[in-house]
């Protein structure tokens, strides 16, 4: 998941389960299902393993 901060985004069978609303209207976006509408830029945080 990643922090859409500028630019459009849409999922082609709505919002997929994996987000919810109101991580979507802060703006993540699950970039595994979203496809980009406009030239977007994008935060990323890096993640540890589960184990860690």
Known sequence: MGKALNGEIEYQNGLPEAINEAEA?????????????????IELSTLGAADD
């Open 25 to 41: 209207s802060q703006g993540f976006v699950l970039l595994c299902s979203a496809h980009a509408l406009s030239d977007l830029t």
